[in-house]
C-alpha cells in the first residue's frame, strides 16, 4: 500500500506564488510516476503536471511557463512549484502515483488563488 499526503496549499494572490509538496510513504519502489492534478468546482479533475520515474516532465499547457514540478527520489517527495498564479488556478491540487500499473492519490489540498 501506499499513501500520499499533500501540504502546502492556502490562499495567494493573483501574480503570488505557492508551493504544494506530496510526501508517499509505503511500499515504494524507485519506478514510479508521480504527478499533480487538480479540480475546480464543477469541472473534472484535470493534469497540471507529471514527473516520471526516468526524469522527464510534461506539463498542461495552461501551467508552462509558471509552474515547476520536482521530485526527490531519496525523500519520496513531489513538490508543485506554483508561480504567477491566476484566478483560474483555484483548484483542489491532488497528489497521484502510478506504481506497478496501480494508481493512488492522496487526499487534496486547496489552492485559492484572489485577486
Known amino acids: 500500500q501506499v499513501q500520499l499526503v499533500e501540504s502546502g496549499g492556502g490562499l495567494a494572490q493573483a501574480g503570488g506564488s505557492l508551493r504544494l509538496s506530496c510526501a508517499a510513504s509505503g511500499t515504494l519502489f524507485g519506478f514510479n510516476d508521480m504527478a499533480w492534478y487538480r479540480q475546480a468546482p464543477g469541472s473534472e479533475r484535470e493534469l497540471v503536471a507529471r514527473?516520471?520515474?526516468?526524469?522527464?516532465?510534461d506539463y498542461a499547457d495552461s501551467v508552462k511557463g509558471r509552474f515547476t514540478i520536482s521530485r526527490d527520489n531519496a525523500k519520496n517527495t513531489v513538490d508543485l512549484q506554483m508561480n504567477s498564479l491566476k484566478l483560474e488556478d483555484t483548484a483542489v491540487y491532488y497528489c497521484?502515483?502510478?506504481?506497478?500499473?496501480?494508481?493512488?492519490w492522496g487526499q487534496g489540498t486547496q489552492v485559492t488563488v484572489s485577486s
Open positions: 497521484h502515483m502510478v506504481q506497478i500499473r496501480r494508481e493512488y
Open positions: 514527473a516520471f520515474s526516468g526524469g522527464m516532465r
